[in-house]
């Protein structure tokens, strides 16, 4: 039975629920004087895949077997991280993703269920909306472009009617969408007018990293990121994006910011990767040893090379998170961002 409770529109980017975890999980960590801790948990319970998408890094470096859930839900205690982003591979394929959304759920974690679309619809079907979960589809582009990228024909329509579904049904929906040195602003300009029209809660868009796994000549520069971002800046305003505008001056070459590699911490089959979700050097057995053993300034400071080129959310909007909790002009920004209206038009 539809969720008719949960059918209204979000008003804000996030959850106030998530805002006010991140504000305490902020003031309880720096009162205990930590420097480094995790905002947001990737967790990978598997790395086996329904697609094989052109930039995709792990159906490339893919560990073998699924992790259990008892270990997902120890991973994220270990960690402490108050957001889990649930990635792969597809998640939908993993057995026994149901019992882990809503372990992580009782733990009182915020969930971004990340999918492909092209599987979610028993999902959907069978799981009951929960404020604190968001399904996240990813699409690159319009139907040609999208099923190019993934190589199976029918998975844009496939996502698209997972979307809607998902929406009728009352889940919190938000996208993702990756840049590539090709894609067509126009083009993306129409995808985000038909998931605007779909009634989508958010929508993130990020650079491509160039993956060294990944051989074709995809991925761009900052000099052509900043100036494809900047080409999208006066369109994207039209739409509930969930990158912070402090990210998209970023993106669009308009302020330099430093990375926080250890603010998404990975976890999969292998154990906790390091230095980032991006970037592969080794794996701990624990977090722990992760974050003791790994030379953060090395990437805090982008002197490793792979850094230079990499725009990418996930080491950024951490970045905009600390800011907004240490300066005081910051955090207004941010706060007029997430409460200001994200459904003017709808
Ligand atoms: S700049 Fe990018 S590649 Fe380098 S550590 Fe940060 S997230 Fe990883």
Redesign the pocket.
């Known amino acids: 039975m539809e969720n008719k409770k949960n059918k209204t529109k979000n008003k804000t980017r996030f959850q106030p629920g998530l805002y006010k975890t991140l504000t305490w999980h902020f003031i309880k960590n720096t009162l205990t004087g930590k420097k480094r801790f995790p905002l947001v948990l990737m967790l990978e319970p598997t790395h086996r895949c329904n697609l094989a998408c052109m930039g995709c890094d792990r159906i490339r470096t893919a560990a073998e077997g699924d992790l259990p859930v008892s270990a997902c839900l120890e991973a994220a205690r270990e960690c402490g991280a108050p957001v889990v982003a649930i990635t792969g591979g597809e998640p939908m394929i993993y057995k026994y993703l149901q019992p882990l959304v809503k372990g992580l759920l009782s733990e009182g974690k915020y969930i971004y269920l990340c999918t492909n679309g092209v599987l979610a619809q028993e999902f959907i079907e069978s799981f009951t909306p929960h404020p604190a979960l968001t399904l996240n589809f990813h699409l690159d582009g319009l139907d040609t472009t999208h099923d190019k990228i993934t190589g199976l024909p029918g998975s844009f329509n496939k996502a698209v009617e997972s979307i809607r579904k998902a929406k009728a049904k009352g889940f919190r929906v938000s996208t993702n969408t990756t840049v590539y040195k090709a894609s067509d602003p126009g083009e993306l300009e129409g995808l985000f007018d038909l998931l605007y029209s779909s009634s989508v809660d958010g929508m993130l868009i990020s650079p491509a990293?160039a993956y060294q796994s990944v051989e074709d000549n995809i991925f761009f520069n900052r000099g052509e990121i900043n100036e494809k971002f900047t080409r999208m800046s006066g369109f994207l305003k039209k739409y509930p994006l969930i990158n912070t505008p402090t990210y998209m001056d970023f993106l669009c070459g308009r302020r330099q910011m430093r990375?926080?590699?250890w603010g998404n911490p990975t976890y999969n089959p292998l154990g906790w990767k390091s230095?980032?979700?991006?970037?592969t050097d080794s794996y701990f057995p624990s977090y722990a040893r992760m974050m003791k053993e790994t030379n953060w300034s090395l990437?805090e400071d982008?002197k490793?090379p792979?850094?230079a080129n990499?725009m990418?959310h996930?080491?950024?909007e951490t970045t905009v998170m600390r800011m907004a909790f240490t300066n005081p002009l910051e955090g207004l920004r941010l706060a007029f961002w997430n409460f200001g209206s994200n459904n003017k038009k709808r």
């Open positions: 990293f990375c926080t590699p230095p980032c979700y991006l970037v990437y982008g490793d792979r850094c990499c990418v996930g080491g950024y």
